[in-house]
């Protein structure tokens, strides 16, 4: 990644900041290496894949109504999975509803105003108003709303409005040029899948944008391909060995015990928000002994250590959220969706090619909006491989972003009626050959090459470990 500040200004406090940031996540990079079980990257990663910067926006589109029911259209520019999500979504609570249960209550978020009953949760005794209804869920002065709903296949698609009776703090952003300028939002959840008996928790970053400074209306994407493990067994595993004084690290040794099951083409989903989460536009600045430019002069090992002193000495740092770098609204808002999948515009290709070493590709699945490469890995090896992909012109297909896990890229405007797909040495591509790509502000554009002539394809296809070309059909 590179950071341009001379094309971007940045406030000296936020370009610190960002330095901070930059330096844990790039020792998180190499310390927690991708694992065959979970082929994905770290969401406070991919917060920063742009510059930070401040402030909250006031649409042109603001004025627009209804907005619930209407998400997919007025946001679908701020998604980091971008398309057209109008023609595919499915509202779940219209406007009119929201509006005769906001009158209930004389202003929508206020709860608690008319005829507010008690209620249990989690040991806490909350304020339920009648102006909640099966889709908008209000707890203290936060009410979060369920507008509309999209699943291919691959991920769960879920619009929503947080509605917060006083204004929003301060929010940083997160410059992508994809997307542009979006707040840093992200939400603690809950699932509970109907075709899966493991309960599920995650954080996931919230896209979309402030509509006021009361109201923020966006996204939450949820991958199901890391949703579909059954890991009762494995945790009874790790229970029993817990028992006996052991820590089961051997990560083969997990493969043996998590089964993947089947998504449904209709389920039921429990959602529950624990935390609604956003990161502080003038955050602390925390203080260390060693420079930015000392502490990545030390090794792995010894930046751990380092970090684990600075943590003995003021722990406030080291929870998320914190109150150095953070607000947040506990909840919980919990919801029951029925949940039918669309798989229109939706292909997949069976490749089931292996290298000598037993790596390569299963197949891949495109929708409007995302291609999923499915890796054949070894099954027994401790080589760690990273998946690439580069569309039809040679360029590189990225994620999401937000949250996004590295096999899954955006479409976007990509030419994908070929591609190609890579595995690389994990090392190999995150320290050198991804390096080439982004050697240009912006990455190498369609038609560039590397000062020694070659195109970053054919760089590609000289130094991975598996490489297919592959013909994307139009979908039927």
């Not at 209306?217 to 890991?231: E, M």
């Not at 998504?263 to 609604?276: A, G, N």
């Not at 000495?313 to 953070?326: G, I, L, M, T, Y």
Request: charged share 25%; net charge negative.
């Amino acid at each position: 990644m590179q950071i341009n500040h001379d094309q971007i200004p940045v406030p000296e406090k936020l370009n610190k900041v960002v330095e901070q940031k930059m330096d844990i996540l790039y020792r998180e990079q190499r310390v927690k290496r991708i694992r065959r079980s979970v082929i994905g990257v770290s969401t406070a990663a991919a917060c920063f894949m742009g510059v930070a910067v401040v402030g909250i926006t006031n649409p042109a589109w603001a004025s627009q109504i209804p907005l619930i029911g209407n998400i997919f259209a007025q946001m679908q520019d701020k998604f980091g999975y971008p398309g057209d999500y109008s023609q595919v979504g499915t509202p779940l609570e219209t406007e009119a509803e929201t509006q005769a249960g906001e009158k209930e209550t004389g202003e929508a978020g206020n709860a608690g105003t008319t005829d507010p009953s008690m209620q249990e949760a989690d040991g806490q005794t909350e304020m339920a108003s009648v102006s909640d209804t099966r889709y908008t869920k209000t707890v203290g002065d936060m009410s979060v709303t369920l507008s509309e709903v999209y699943c291919n296949g691959q991920a769960l698609n879920l619009t929503m409005v947080l509605k917060s009776k006083e204004p929003f703090p301060e929010t940083m952003r997160n410059e992508n040029s994809e997307v542009g300028s979006i707040p840093i939002l992200a939400c603690k959840i809950e699932e509970n899948y109907s075709f899966n008996p493991s309960k599920q928790q995650d954080l996931v970053y919230l896209q979309g944008d402030f509509i006021d400074e009361c109201t923020f209306a966006g996204l939450i994407r949820i991958d199901l391909n890391t949703k579909n493990s059954d890991l009762a067994a494995w945790e009874e595993k790790v229970a029993a060995a817990e028992a006996e004084g052991e820590t089961l690290t051997d990560d083969s040794l997990m493969a043996q015990y998590v089964e993947k099951v089947p998504i449904p083409d209709s389920f039921s989903l429990d959602l529950t928000l624990e935390q609604i989460i956003g990161d502080l536009a003038n955050p602390d600045i925390r203080e260390f002994e060693l420079s930015a430019e000392e502490r990545l002069a030390l090794s792995d090992e010894e930046w751990m250590e380092y970090m684990k002193k600075e943590d003995e000495k003021d722990p406030s740092w080291n929870v998320f959220p914190n109150e150095h770098e953070n607000y947040w609204y506990d909840g919980p808002w919990s919801f029951e969706l029925e949940v039918s999948q669309s798989t229109e515009g939706c292909v997949t290709v069976d490749i089931g090619t292996v290298n000598e070493n037993g790596a390569g590709m299963e197949k891949i699945v495109k929708t409007p909006f995302e291609i999923t490469l499915y890796p054949t890995l070894p099954e027994e090896g401790n080589d760690i491989y990273f998946p690439v992909i580069l569309d039809a012109d040679g360029l590189l297909m990225q994620t999401g972003g937000y949250g996004g896990v590295v096999n899954t890229v955006a479409v976007g405007n990509h030419d994908v009626s070929t591609v190609d797909v890579y595995l690389f040495d994990e090392n190999k591509w995150l320290d050198e050959i991804k390096g080439y790509y982004w050697s240009k502000p912006g990455g190498l554009q369609k038609g560039e090459t590397l000062e020694d002539g070659r195109t970053f394809r054919e760089l590609c296809n000289e130094t991975c470990l598996y490489h297919e070309t592959v013909e994307i059909p139009d979908a039927q």
